[in-house]
Structure formats: structure tokens, C-alpha cells
């Protein structure tokens, strides 16, 4: 069993229910929320636009989740300042930009300007999250990516503080759609060596894709095959992100996947993505009724099948001088 710091731990538990499971609203979109309001013209969106959407949504659903995942532009500070967050409710901060240098295909995260671990600790961050686009087989890519991982737990370890980490797949040949059959049949393959690869460098949390494109494989003995391999190579605690897919298949997805080992999950879009195309009384009818039917449905799930993050961790030993040794940062 892996061991954490006191302050690690405590921290997972604010983000966790009392058994050690997370049910996390993901509300940390930015310009794929402006995308969703407006394809055609992205940039027309205001700042204003998405803190209101994003606050609708924190102010329905944060009552019912363990934590909330926020980017700091858009919805940290506004949700505490519009007291949109509960205090009981526990939140991570995004961190990482929404550029990346070099082409699509071996992209290197960078991180927000002004923005980072010691400033979401400041706040009072339960964790912090980074999104990180990651090809086990890219190269000098994969090893910068790597590098920029192990960077982040020195700064985390300095600070106390969790680390989420959630990488993304991507095809190697610039040629192939990622939505495509023919990287669907690689996808398993390249999302269980992801979170084998990036597991080892020891991130608190793994946020993890499911290994299966449900698009094109509905046989549901394969996603339960694909997923205990997935539990099976990652060393550290995973949760499901729901990366767009419909709710009826992220529901289906996050029963497998807590059925064979994951923890929880952390939700955005399969939950919320009709509200962007509300206002005033429908988004809070909608909010209020569906959103909230799904939520508490992806909840019973995570209850009957999910596994504790407890299993995986425990803290330090501490007795009648553990302050002594215990170092601010």
C-alpha cells in the first residue's frame, strides 16, 4: 500500500465520500464550452457567458458532489465569491493553459499564466488537475510530457497538495481521426500503456479515459476485459471521465469500469451539456430535474460498484511530536 503525507490525505478526503470515493462535477471547460455555445464563432463568447452557465450548474449540482473541478479564469474565484460552492464541498483548479505548442500530434502542455500549485493551494484547493495530451510512443513528446508530470509532483509534494492527473490519447499518424474505427482499435492499447507509463511516476489520481471507443464496440464483455486491464496496470487510484460521451454510455462505461476497479468518476458534459443551449427558468427546470436524475443515478453506481481510494493509500504514522517534523512550504 502507497503512503501519503497527512496533508495529501486529508485533501483526498475532502474530495471524497467518508468510504473513499469521488463524484466530482467537472466544470473546468473553457474554450470547449465556448465551442459548444458557438461553433461557428467561438471568440464572440463572453467571460461573462461562461461564468453564468458555469455557476448555474455549481449552484444545482455542488450540494450533492464530494468535489468540483474549476478552472481559475472563469468559475474558482467567482464560485466563492458568489458563494455558488458550498463550504462543505471540496474543489480542484485546472492549472494547465488552454494552448499547447508544436502540432497536434506531440503536444506539449503549458500551464496558465499567473496560475498554479502554491495560488490553488492559497485558495484552498483540495487537489489540482492537469490535462495532458499523451502518446505512450511520441518520443522526445512522451518525454517532455513526462518530464513536465514529474515536475508537477516535486511542486506538489512542496505544497501538500493531490494531483490529478488526466491524460488524453491521441494517433500518432496526423492522417487518423482520433474519432476514427481505425483508432478505435487501437485505443485500448494505448490508454492502458498511458496509464501504466504515467502511473509510475506516482500522480495522487489517475482521471482516465474509457479504454474502449463504445462507438464502434458495444460488447459488453469486452469494455469489462479492457477495463480490468486498465485496474490492473495503473498503480494508483482512477476515476472515469466522461470526455463528451453521451450519459446513457458514460452510465454503462462507469458501471464497467467501477465493476473492475475505478473509484468514482468526475463529470462535465454527459451531465450538463443541454444547459448551454438554456436560460433563465429552462436551465434551472432542466438542472433542477434531469441534470439531478443523472447525477444521483451516476452516484448509485459508484456506491454499489465503486472501489475506495482507502485501499490503494494510507498516511504516515503520527504520534505526540509529528508536528515537529512536519514542514511548512
Not at 38 to 59: C, F, G, M, W, Y
Not at 216 to 241: H, K, M
Not at 248 to 253: A, G, N
Not at 285 to 299: D, I, K, N, V
Request: hydrophobic share 45%; with cysteine.
Amino acid at each position: 500500500m502507497n503512503q501519503l503525507s497527512l496533508g495529501r490525505f486529508r485533501a483526498l478526503q475532502t474530495a471524497s465520500t467518508v468510504g473513499g470515493l469521488f463524484t466530482i462535477l467537472a466544470v473546468d471547460h473553457r474554450d470547449a464550452m465556448r465551442v459548444m455555445i458557438n461553433e461557428a464563432q467561438p471568440d464572440t463568447v463572453s467571460a461573462a457567458h461562461l461564468t453564468d452557465i458555469k455557476l448555474s450548474v455549481i449552484r444545482a449540482i455542488a450540494p450533492l458532489a464530494t468535489a468540483v473541478l474549476l478552472d481559475p479564469v472563469y468559475s474558482a474565484g467567482q464560485s466563492i465569491a458568489q458563494h455558488a460552492l458550498p463550504g462543505h464541498v471540496g474543489f480542484i483548479s485546472a492549472i494547465e493553459a488552454q494552448g499547447y505548442l508544436g502540432d497536434p500530434y506531440s503536444r506539449q502542455t503549458m500551464m496558465l499564466p499567473d496560475w498554479g500549485i502554491a495560488q490553488a493551494k492559497r485558495l484552498g484547493a483540495a487537489g489540482v488537475k492537469v490535462l495532458l495530451f499523451y502518446h505512450p510512443h511520441a518520443g522526445e513528446a512522451t518525454e517532455r510530457q513526462e518530464a513536465l508530470v514529474a515536475d508537477l509532483l516535486v511542486e506538489c509534494a512542496r505544497h501538500d497538495i493531490p494531483l490529478f492527473l488526466e491524460p488524453i490519447v491521441y494517433p500518432l499518424d496526423p492522417a487518423m481521426a482520433k474519432d476514427s474505427a481505425v483508432f478505435a482499435q487501437e485505443r485500448r492499447r494505448i490508454v492502458v500503456e498511458t496509464a501504466r507509463r504515467l502511473g509510475k511516476l506516482r500522480p495522487d489520481i489517475l482521471k482516465l479515459q474509457f479504454p474502449v471507443d463504445c462507438r464502434y464496440e458495444s460488447d459488453e464483455s469486452v469494455w469489462q476485459d479492457a477495463c480490468a486491464e486498465l485496474n490492473e496496470a495503473t498503480p494508483v487510484p482512477w476515476a472515469l471521465l466522461s470526455g463528451g460521451d453521451p450519459f446513457e454510455t458514460f452510465q454503462k462505461q462507469l458501471r464497467v469500469a467501477c465493476q473492475k476497479g475505478c473509484s468514482g468518476f468526475l463529470v462535465g458534459r454527459a451531465l450538463w451539456r443541454e444547459v448551454v443551449e438554456m436560460q433563465g427558468a429552462a436551465r434551472e427546470a432542466f438542472l433542477q430535474g434531469e441534470a439531478t436524475r443523472r447525477w444521483q443515478s451516476l452516484c448509485a453506481i459508484v456506491e454499489e460498484y465503486g472501489r475506495s481510494w482507502h485501499t490503494c493509500y494510507q498516511t504516515e504514522q503520527v504520534d505526540d511530536h509529528w508536528y515537529a517534523t512536519y514542514q511548512a512550504y
